[in-house]
């Protein structure tokens, strides 16, 4: 167990729905990161927040969103929702930046029909 | 930009036995990290090693060794006295430490299977 925590484990939906997903950083953890995996695209960066501010963005739809809060939990939301965007979305969290291990979370599967 | 190659089909080895899963990557930062993860058929993503540009030992972590070749950019992970629940996907990864974006860059990952 990494100590991140993700919700919910499962996801099914309809093409332009909008969904949330949320993420548990380890405590401690000040960065967290969201990374998409999917089988044509591999493991994807998609967006990172540090202390609550937005430090950098990849390969990320603008159909996408995502924050961070106070308490350090965040929450991805996708929007207007395409076969293409079923996937396995991971949660990492590090201590702070740069050289800080990122420990993953069990991660949501988005299955969108 | 980053790049990590992972080249080998899916591997095979016996159990106790030990196996090299193969990494090369490529960067024009001078300091980066390299990283291995483990996914089993579960999904979720294990860090095994961590490996930094200046170590100058290579890193061990129980049975999992990384063997360090800077020059030749590679990065790969042995793994001593294989067990069956080692068969998994494993990922490497890097990560440049020269600007603010942190994020990982994977490789395509291999698939080992252990034998028993």
């Known amino acids: 167990d990494s100590g991140v925590t993700q919700t919910p484990k499962h996801l099914i939906t309809a093409t332009g729905q909008r969904v949330t997903l949320r993420c548990s950083p380890r405590?401690?953890?000040?960065?967290v990161y969201w990374y998409q995996q999917s089988l044509d695209q591999g493991l994807q960066f998609l967006i990172q927040?540090?202390?609550?501010?937005?430090?950098a963005k990849g390969n990320i739809l603008e159909r996408f969103s995502a924050q961070q809060f106070p308490d350090l939990h965040s929450e991805l939301n996708l929007s207007s929702l395409e076969l293409g965007d079923s996937a396995l979305y991971f949660c990492?969290?590090?201590?702070?930046?740069?050289?800080?291990?990122?420990?993953f979370g069990p991660g949501t599967r988005l299955t969108v029909l | 930009a980053q790049k990590i190659t992972q080249t080998q089909p899916g591997m095979f080895v016996q159990e106790k036995e030990a196996v090299t899963l193969d990494c090369t990557y490529d960067t024009s930062d001078p300091s980066y990290g390299l990283f291995w993860y483990k996914q089993p058929s579960s999904g979720e993503m294990i860090f095994l090693i961590y490996q930094g540009s200046y170590d100058q030992q290579n890193a061990t972590e129980g049975r999992y060794s990384l063997n360090f070749q800077k020059a030749r950019k590679s990065a790969n992970l042995v793994i001593s006295a294989s067990q069956l629940g080692d068969s998994a996907m494993y990922f490497c990864?890097?990560?440049?430490?020269?600007?603010?974006?942190?994020?990982?860059?994977f490789g395509k990952g291999i698939t080992l299977s252990v034998r028993p």
């Open positions: 927040y540090y202390n609550g501010e937005e430090r």
């Open positions: 405590s401690g953890d000040l960065s």
């Open positions: 990492a969290s590090s201590v702070a930046t740069g050289a800080s291990t990122q420990y």
């Open positions: 990864a890097m990560r440049d430490y020269t600007g603010a974006n942190s994020k990982l860059t």
